[in-house]
């Protein structure tokens, strides 16, 4: 008897995860921005009451995430030397937010950040903040591919934004409309099942919020691939977990009915999906950076 469908447990999604970031070029497409385009919008995080201390808030929704975290941090260092940072972190997830407490500590140069820990979502995140009735003020926020499992992605935008001070900027890293994900979502949706729960959202579904709200955002489009030629190799443990990564299921090439199966590979075959490079098939995986001022 063939098991039933289901969602990924968290665990089981840490290790999906890591399967995709050891085939794609995700981390190395962020590397190119924070090194292209971070230093000068780190260095207009400016205001002139911040002579001894700027203040970062990271919202974090998937694991895997804390070195680029850490990356984006070193940054605002070089780019204000000298300046004590004050950092606050959201997380849900206790095992990641000691899997990054690990990391901090074993960080020698950041003496001059300070480290607030919220085992929080998002939301759970911004009651506690209206509860209290007092909003801190951050010169950066960064939301980095974490908007896919908020349940209110407008008025959390809208809420993070007000928490931008004078010269702020809110960073926002998404799937492009040019990824292999926009089109297998608009055009194949019929093939995913429905236990993944995560919003199916690109960049374009990001700006039009941004203008409704009447902000000012500047988009940067990085190009991004994901090798998944063994999703298509019968009995590859790899291809396996490439496809719960990219369904959300435990074991779906092992519990979807064939013809659901064969349906979503021959989708992600297609050419606005992937592309063929020396007899490998590479998914459009490509980033939008969206950089909204306060």
Same mark, same amino acid.
């Not at 090194?35 to 001894?52: L, S």
């Not at 480290?115 to 939301?143: A, N, P």
């Not at 209110?152 to 010269?167: G, V």
């Not at 435990?250 to 199966?261: E, H, V």
């Given at each position: ?112 950040? $300070?480290? #607030?820990?919220?085992? %929080?979502?998002?939301?759970?995140? =911004?009651?506690? +903040?209206? !509860? ?71 960049? $374009?579904? #990001?700006?039009?919020? %941004?203008?409704?709200?009447?902000? =000012?955002?500047? +988009?940067? !489009? ?71 001022? $306060?």
């Amino acid at each position: 008897m063939i098991p039933a469908m289901r969602s990924l447990t968290a665990e089981e999604y840490v290790e999906a995860f890591k399967s995709f970031l050891d085939h794609s070029t995700e981390h190395q497409c962020m590397d190119e921005f924070n090194k292209e385009q971070m230093p000068n919008i780190m260095a207009g995080c400016h205001h002139a009451r911040h002579k001894v201390k700027r203040a970062s808030l990271l919202l974090r929704g998937f694991p895997g995430r804390s070195e680029q975290d850490l990356k984006m941090i070193r940054i605002l260092q070089a780019v204000h030397p000298g300046v004590l940072i004050d950092n606050e972190i959201v997380e849900p997830n206790p095992q990641h937010v000691a899997a990054y407490k690990e990391l901090v500590n074993q960080a020698p140069d950041l003496q001059n950040v $300070s480290f #607030i820990w919220h085992q %929080l979502t998002s939301s759970e995140y =911004e009651q506690q +903040v209206k !509860e209290k009735g007092t909003r801190k003020k951050f010169d950066f926020i960064h939301m980095v591919q974490m908007l896919y499992r908020v349940e209110d992605i407008p008025n959390t935008i809208k809420f993070f934004h007000s928490c931008l001070d004078l010269h702020g900027k809110l960073l926002i890293i998404i799937l492009s409309d040019s990824s292999g994900w926009a089109s297998l979502w608009k055009r194949h949706r019929d093939c995913l099942p429905s236990t993944d729960s995560g919003h199916y959202i690109t960049s $374009s579904g #990001i700006t039009d919020v %941004l203008e409704r709200l009447g902000v =000012e955002y500047h +988009v940067y !489009e990085f190009p991004s691939g994901w090798d998944i030629t063994e999703c298509f190799v019968e009995g590859d443990t790899v291809g396996g977990l490439m496809m719960d990564f990219l369904t959300g299921t435990k074991n779906f090439l092992g519990t979807a009915p064939p013809a659901l199966r064969q349906r979503l590979q021959e989708a992600l075959c297609q050419p606005e999906c992937s592309s063929t490079k020396d007899g490998r098939i590479i998914f459009s995986n490509n980033l939008s950076m969206i950089v909204v001022e $306060s």
